[in-house]
């Protein structure tokens, strides 16, 4: 019996990892049939959300239509055994597609390549636990990418609402070129676009004043609740089909006064390996002249992917009160990727808008992605042939509904009363997206990076006091801070009069650096060359232990600044009283508590 027990632990530990890169070994056992019912509806109602949508970002990233249909799917299969988020739905999103169009050059090979080597990326930053480098992207770094996003994304899109072609997709030449050319507008596509866009708005709006209806309501009364959040929840496919049916009526007629989307290839995308050299007439581009195009897409790609998608999960979880993991989030995305590129998909990433639909209907486990996967799978099969009729502006409508609610005009004034310094990151990093989308992202990281460099460099330093100064940092010293440190305090101490004393008070500083320990050292023997006396207070052990590692030449220590202003005040330029030697005091205090031996 005895020989039996030491493996249960070894096989308890191996079920919970097991658990943990397989969430959903954790609810699939506690499945029941009352949780079914709300995952039909909410995979349903998710896929007449997707479908639109895919086919409208595919536009956004400058690619043929049906490539947001190949890249629906899978991410929704896969994020319902790896995902560890009930309401999170992997797929095509506006700032994925923004990315895509920057970075592959509306190539879908490149694409496809792409999303293999993103996937690939995010897979080795999950297995190496690399989900802290979120850390280091700042809120006002997203904050800004995610609304110049939104501007960027809303108007690449008024050309499609007015009817226009050959508009350029850099922006300032993208406004010059709209602008100088509105006269082309085509009537039918504007009509339409505008129409589309009131109903979406309409229905956003209906759906957000809509009173919950109780049990205790009249039959009729909850029926029509149910019509009402239903058309408000699908809103995207209803507007889609109802465009589509005009431009059919127009098609039967025999003229068409509406620019439509065209031929999109019928049935599901083959299954092959992703491409890793492109063909071209002048001879092949080989895989490494390929990622060097793409350069530093490659970094953006996969790290905004991760930044998507956990800020969407956390956000919902912390509604629900469940944890999220990052690098469980990362094996989940970057497996979906990499399966993805096998099926002709670019880079996917969580989508906040389908997300918030997930949870509104109620969705009690990722297995509603597997209904909504099957769904787009089911339009790819057999409903390509109706989507040549769907008109490019209703499509337009759709986009500009998705991404205006990201842009975030609160966010300057809370900023403006938090912290203005915020607002400098935050600033450039909107501005440089407007030039190019790595631009910004890069510029407000590198800005958000001086910044916390600079609060390193530069800790707040309190000094009180005339005869005897009280030096307080308000934080711990890295070496950055230690020339400030030494230039405070020389330039305070030997503007005195008279010499003085100078106490250090410690009690904010728990950890320190060698570079510090020299500096600290360079400073006992400036001031004692100007006869003034340099103490130190209220030492963590963790720094008192650095200190006498180093035996700094009179270095002196007191347990509070009470006490070292008044063995030091009676002793102000260092001389005239008894010695005293705190490094033995120090050091019986550390064998007292244990932490010398």
């Known amino acids: 019996m005895w020989a039996r027990g030491p493996p249960e632990p070894r096989r308890r530990r191996w079920l919970r990892a097991l658990r943990r890169r397989l969430p959903v070994l954790g609810w699939l056992p506690r499945y029941s049939p009352g949780w079914l019912q709300l995952d039909l509806i909410a995979g349903v109602t998710v896929g007449l959300t997707v479908v639109p949508q895919a086919l409208a970002y595919a536009e956004v990233a400058g690619l043929p239509p049906q490539y947001g249909l190949y890249s629906s799917f899978v991410g929704c299969f896969v994020y319902c055994f790896l995902g560890t988020a ?24 490149y694409a496809v390549l792409l999303t293999f080597l993103s996937g690939c990326i995010q897979l080795a930053m999950g297995l190496l636990h690399l989900g802290f480098l979120l850390d280091f992207i700042s809120c006002p770094v997203i904050k800004g990418f995610t609304s110049a996003a939104s501007i960027t994304i809303s108007f690449n899109q008024v050309k499609n609402i007015l009817g226009l072609h050959g508009i350029p997709r850099q922006f300032f030449l993208q406004v010059y070129e709209t602008l100088r050319r509105i006269g082309e507008t085509r009537p039918g596509d504007a009509i339409l676009g505008l129409v589309c866009l009131a109903a979406l708005a309409g229905l956003r709006e209906m759906k957000s004043r809509l009173p919950p209806a109780s049990h205790t309501e009249p039959l009729a009364t909850r029926a029509s609740y149910l019509i009402v959040w239903t058309c408000a929840t699908a809103r995207n496919a209803l507007v889609v089909l109802f465009a589509g049916l005009v431009a059919y009526c127009f098609q039967l007629r025999g003229s068409q006064p509406l620019t439509l989307t065209g031929s999109i290839p ?3 995308p083959p299954c092959r390996l992703p491409p890793f050299s492109k063909a071209e007439p002048n001879g092949t581009v080989p895989f490494g002249t390929m990622v060097e195009d793409m350069g530093v897409g490659l970094a953006v790609v996969p790290l905004m992917g991760l930044v998507e998608t956990v800020a969407i999960a956390k956000a919902f979880a912390s509604q629900n009160d469940y944890r999220i993991d990052p690098n469980q989030e990362l ?14 998909s670019y880079p996917i990433t969580g989508s906040f808008g389908r997300t918030a639909v997930n949870a509104q209907t109620g969705v009690c486990t990722p297995a509603g992605g597997l209904v909504t996967g099957a769904l787009v799978l089911l339009s790819l099969a057999y409903l390509t042939s109706l989507f040549y009729y769907i008109p490019k502006a209703a499509l337009a409508a759709v986009i500009i509904s998705a991404v205006v609610p990201m842009f975030d005009a609160g966010i300057f004034r809370t900023l403006w009363r938090v912290k203005r310094l915020d607002l400098v990151p935050l600033c450039v990093t909107f501005l ?22 600079y609060s390193i460099a530069r800790p707040p330093l309190k000094v009180l ?10 934080s711990s010293l890295h070496f950055p801070a230690i020339e400030h440190l030494r230039d405070v305090i020389c330039s305070r101490a030997l503007s005195a009069p008279s010499p003085c004393s100078i106490i250090l008070d410690c009690h904010h500083i728990s950890s320190i650096d060698y570079t510090v320990v020299v500096g600290l050292a360079e400073l006992l023997q400036e001031l004692r060359k100007h ?15 650095a200190l006498l590692a180093a035996d700094l030449e009179g270095f002196r220590h007191f347990p509070s600044w009470e006490e070292a202003e008044r063995c030091g005040g009676a002793e102000p330029g260092g001389s005239g009283a008894a010695p005293f ?9 550390l064998l007292h508590k244990g932490l010398i031996q």
């Not at 995305?333 to 099926?343: P, R």
């Not at 006091?465 to 940092?473: D, K, S, Y």
Request: glycine fraction near 12%; include cysteine; charge should be negative.
């Open 581 to 589: 030697d705190s490094t033995s005091t120090s050091e019986s205090s």
């Open 432 to 453: 440089f997206c407007f030039w190019e989308v790595q631009y910004g992202i890069v510029a407000g990281v590198l800005v958000s990076g001086i910044l916390l460099l």
């Open 531 to 545: 006869g003034i006396s340099l103490a130190f207070c209220s030492l963590q052990d963790q720094v008192l232990r």
């Open 266 to 268: 019928q049935g599901l």
């Open 465 to 474: 006091g005339q005869g005897t100064l009280l030096v307080q940092p308000g």
């Open 86 to 109: 009930k309401d999170v739905t992997l797929g095509p999103t506006a700032i994925m597609s923004l990315l895509v169009s920057s970075y592959a050059f509306h190539d879908p090979v």
């Open 331 to 344: 094996l989940a995305i970057g497996f979906a990727n990499v399966l993805g590129s096998f099926f002709s």
